[in-house]
């Protein structure tokens, strides 16, 4: 498998970091989307969560994304022999797995005779131990929840405080994806653009965070509405269960943690510090090696014209 091999210091505490998000809202410009809205968007998959198209959103130039080219989930590491069966239809090339090699050790995907071409490409570094950080994860939820204990002084962090916005180490963890996710994010895209890679799948834990920001990325340098991405990004809450009751789960080192929600706080955050270093989304993929005719190619292979009225 395919691995990206870049290195960085971890995060800090949340007071090394803005805690706010950005300085001024984006605005919708208004373009329309023919893709389905809200739940009727999900998939379902058995063993599979936060299955759905990410196509169907109209662009700047007229267009749309197109449907049955690019998918996100969760991992698929639950999948069942009937799930495989439903997921087949899809008829998948490639799938990207955006954890880490420890998630990937304790959890691989599950392919029950699917062929695909399984690439995994981290979206976070691996960390450099250091003795004023406790951060060791490579996935950011859980790294977030490692912040925060650290802060706290005891094992369950902030949380989310009065529940009304992202949890602080959550903050931490979008600001820190801005500075370092940009390669993995490129490299993600062009095994999108290599020949014959469509239909592919683009996976994360759960689909939430890194796939999250990553689906954002190129959606917006797709040229889709901010409005648009942020609905989708929001979206995993329901494909989680993250809009009810709390949800906990065991991360990589068998301890018991909450599973948070995704805030538009948090997306607004990751793009206003994309933004504000390099311009836009499609300046921050070329400053991060992207040229432009793989860029074009993104685009030819992702926008179609869109339906007539």
Partial sequence: METTDHHATPPGSPSDQPADGPAHAHRSTGHRSTAARGTARFIDVPGMRNLRDVGGFATADGGRVGLGLLYRSASLTELEPDGA???????????????SAEEVDHWPDRRHGLDFELVSLPTLPPFEPKAE???????????????????????????????????????VMYAFMADTAGPPIVACIRRLIA???????????????????????????????HGDISADYTLSNAGLGLDGPPVYYLDEHGVERRSRPVHDALLALFLERV????????????????????????RKLLVVEAPAD
């Fill in 85 to 99: 069966a439903v997921l087949a239809a899809l008829g998948l090339r490639t799938v990207v797995d955006l954890r």
């Fill in 133 to 171: 950080t406790a951060v060791t994860s490579g996935n950011p939820e859980t790294a977030a929840g490692e912040i925060e204990s650290e802060g706290s002084g005891d094992g369950e962090g902030s949380g989310e405080g009065d529940g009304s916005g992202p949890a602080p180490g959550l903050k």
């Fill in 195 to 225: 020949p014959g890679a469509l239909p592919a799948l683009v996976h994360c834990a759960v689909g939430k965070d890194r796939t999250g920001v990553t689906i954002a990325v190129l959606l917006s340098a797709l040229g889709v509405d």
């Fill in 275 to 298: 933004h504000g270093r390099h311009g836009s989304t499609a300046e921050f993929l070329r400053q991060h090696g992207l040229t432009d005719e793989e860029l074009t190619q993104l």
